[in-house]
């Protein structure tokens, strides 16, 4: 109960097959960090960031959270943000959601959670905004399936509100914020096709001079 054996067995293992690929892995990884990738996704167990693409460690920066939201004013979610454009330099930044997720179920009906109907309240926005699509579906689960894409569409944008990614993009910084979508059932990501790489790319009221 106190001491859980057999993870650490296991991640003794797992260091010992990487260091038999590669004997300086961990000591040329323990200097530096460079990431070209930020990652906000579902902190959702089946949703791992490194495994679905494939990345050893060192490749991707990560920030997850229940629904993968970007709130205006989540200073956790913010800072890591900053951290990735303004210190990693990295040029990418990543919104993942995953169809069936259960935060956006959650979000869709009337009944009380706890604590998190206030997280889940951001999500509720994004369903008002876009209601008269999703009512006009009938089946349950692809209602759900088209709010978690439109959810990760709303975080895209916010991400580009903030003033991070606006002074990186001023500064001549390339950086490009992607939305994908996971599904659970098969492991495939699917791009939503709604990269944006540029200031002029965001509503006008959002633009910062
Ligand atoms: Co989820």
């Given at each position: 109960m106190r001491?859980?054996?057999?993870?650490?067995?296991?991640?003794?293992?797992?260091?010992?097959k990487i260091k038999e690929?590669?004997?300086?892995?961990?000591?040329?990884?323990?200097?530096?960090q460079n990431p070209e990738y930020l990652w906000i996704g579902c902190s959702d167990s089946r949703v791992p960031a490194n495994e679905i693409v494939?990345?050893?460690?060192?490749?991707?920066?990560?920030?997850?959270?229940?629904?993968?939201?970007?709130?205006?004013?989540?200073?956790?979610?913010?800072?890591?943000?900053?951290?990735?454009?303004?210190?990693?330099k990295i040029k990418h930044i990543i919104v993942c959601g995953h169809y069936g997720c259960g935060g956006i179920k959650a979000a869709m009906d009337n009944?009380?959670?706890g604590l998190i109907d206030n997280w889940l309240r951001n999500i509720k926005d994004t369903y008002r905004f876009h209601q008269d699509?999703?009512?006009?579906?009938?089946?349950?689960?692809?209602?759900?399936?088209?709010?978690?894409?439109?959810?990760?569409?709303e975080q895209v944008d916010n991400i580009c509100h903030t003033t991070i990614v606006q002074s990186a993009w001023k500064s001549g910084q390339e950086l490009?914020?992607?939305?994908?979508?996971?599904?659970?059932?098969?492991?495939?990501?699917?791009?939503?096709?709604?990269?944006?790489?540029?200031?002029?790319?965001?509503?006008r009221i959002h633009q910062i001079n």
């Open positions: 001491f859980l054996k057999n993870l650490f067995d296991k991640n003794k293992k797992w260091a010992e690929s590669d004997p300086d892995f961990f000591t040329k990884l323990s200097k530096q494939d990345m050893m460690p060192g490749e991707i920066f990560v920030h997850r959270n229940i629904a993968n939201v970007v709130v205006h004013t989540d200073l956790n979610c913010l800072s890591v943000i900053q951290y990735a454009v303004n210190v990693l009944q009380e959670h699509k999703i009512n006009a579906i009938e089946d349950e689960q692809e209602k759900i399936n088209l709010l978690c894409e439109l959810n990760v569409v490009a914020v992607h939305g994908w979508i996971y599904s659970i059932e098969d492991g495939i990501l699917k791009d939503l096709n709604v990269c944006i790489t540029n200031q002029e790319e965001i509503s």
